[in-house]
């Protein structure tokens, strides 16, 4: 069955970096566009980040672009995104998805547990 773990978060001052992982198995990784979400209590969950099958693509939210990085690694079966100078206000439970990419994102009901990022001094 399709299993997503994420990893890599924790509590960082503000203006800190993290890097987030998401191993994918169950599913042909390589064959699927993935996104990273996020979802501060309160909140409805936001699209951040997406990448395209083969990484042909990466597109990110306005509050993140410039300071964020989708990647991937299909040999390891694993997306990452790296986040720099973050803020108080990117505090919040990150989840990655597997989906499709024609011009916009079509999300799946697949997600992972989620990995929690606190921005705080």
């Known amino acids: 069955q399709v299993q997503l773990v994420e990893s890599g978060g924790g509590l960082v001052q503000p203006g800190g970096s993290l890097r987030l992982s998401c191993a994918g198995s169950?599913?042909?990784?390589?064959?699927?566009?993935m996104s990273w979400y996020r979802q501060a209590p309160g909140n409805e969950r936001e699209l951040v980040a997406t990448?395209?099958?083969?990484?042909?693509?990466?597109g990110y939210a306005d509050s993140v672009k410039g300071r964020f990085a989708i990647s991937r690694d299909d040999d390891k079966n694993t997306m990452y995104l790296q986040m720099n100078s973050l803020k108080p206000e990117d505090t919040a439970v990150y989840l990655c998805?597997?989906?499709?990419?024609?011009?916009?994102?079509?999300?799946?009901?697949?997600w992972g547990q989620g990995t929690q990022v606190t921005v705080s001094s």
């Open positions: 990448i395209t099958v083969g990484g042909g693509f990466m």
């Open positions: 169950g599913f042909t990784f390589a064959k699927w566009a």
């Open positions: 998805n597997l989906g499709q990419y024609t011009g916009r994102w079509y999300s799946t009901p697949f």
